[in-house]
């Protein structure tokens, strides 16, 4: 089970942190992702983490804006985000998988290579 958590209203400008706690699952042998969905829209890559955190991979309208991270001994991925702008609004959703292939980046940023989901949490900017 994933629970993400952290969204909120935020000024463009600001920055929130999303956490997203795993359970059930052994949290070091999944590769650990963030996706997110605006409104009439797909949802869509955002960032990714290797199972040690050694390897971390953005999508290009966020990088230099948003970190990701891990911390294996509490279970719980992050995503750091910064100078967040209206276009960030979103439902962020985090993800799990043990075999994505994260090197590829069609592999990585594809919906359907992640096992589980968590059940989203509402990013709102304001302008």
């Known amino acids: 089970q994933l629970q993400a958590s952290g969204g909120g209203l935020v000024q463009a400008g600001g920055s929130l942190r999303l956490s997203c706690a795993a359970s059930g699952l052994t949290f070091s042998n999944y590769h650990m992702a963030w996706f997110r969905q605006a409104p009439g829209k797909e949802r869509e890559f955002v960032a990714v983490i290797s199972r040690s955190g050694g390897s971390t991979f953005t999508t290009d309208s966020v990088k230099g804006r948003f970190t990701i991270s891990r911390d294996n001994a509490k279970n719980t991925v992050y995503l750091q985000m910064n100078s967040l702008k209206p276009e960030d609004t979103a439902v962020y959703y985090c993800?799990?998988?043990?075999?994505?292939?994260?090197?590829?980046?069609?592999?990585?940023?594809?919906?359907?290579?992640?096992?589980?989901w968590g059940q989203g949490t509402l990013v709102t900017v304001s302008s």
């Open positions: 993800a799990a998988d043990r075999e994505v292939g994260i090197l590829a980046k069609r592999n990585r940023e594809s919906v359907g290579k992640y096992e589980y």
